[in-house]
Nanobody
Framework: VQLVESGGGLVQPGGSLRLACVAS????????IGWFRQAPGKEREGVSC????????LHADSVKGRFTIARNNAKDTVYLQMNSLNSGDTAVYYC???????????????????WGQGTQVTVSS
């Protein structure tokens, strides 16, 4: 599975961005997908994850109510809609795929079998 992220960029505080993660290779049908981020000097953290089987989602407390994750298996694409962005959201965002993994462990432990190269999100005025 190869993953390619897109949609990052520079946005003002309070603005929105939508990230996309497109997969090539085997179908994502049996993979849980997660979005992770890493800011300079900080560890990689799980932002939002979506389950492979029931579509259940998990979000970090810092993004609840602001970020939404959704998947389109027909297009092998997962989206991260980010609203009300603030400077604390500035980071490189990565998507990852984990085969039949539960979202709690995937997001909580930053687990993934395959990773994208990342896309930069900068929130600044």
């Amino acid at each position: 599975v190869q993953l390619v992220e897109s949609g990052g960029g520079l946005v003002q505080p309070g603005g929105s961005l939508r990230l996309a993660c497109v997969a090539s290779g085997p179908s994502l049908e049996y993979y849980s997908i997660g979005w992770f981020r890493q800011a300079p000097g900080k560890e990689r953290e799980g932002v939002s994850c979506i389950s492979w089987n029931d579509g259940g989602t998990l979000h970090a407390d810092s993004v609840k109510g602001r970020f939404t994750i959704a998947r389109n298996n027909a297009k092998d694409t997962v989206y991260l809609q980010m609203n009300s962005l603030n400077s604390g959201d500035t980071a490189v965002y990565y998507c990852a795929a984990a085969f039949m993994r539960d979202v709690q462990s995937m997001c909580g432990q930053a687990l993934g079998d395959y990773w994208g190269q990342g896309t930069q999100v900068t929130v600044s005025s």
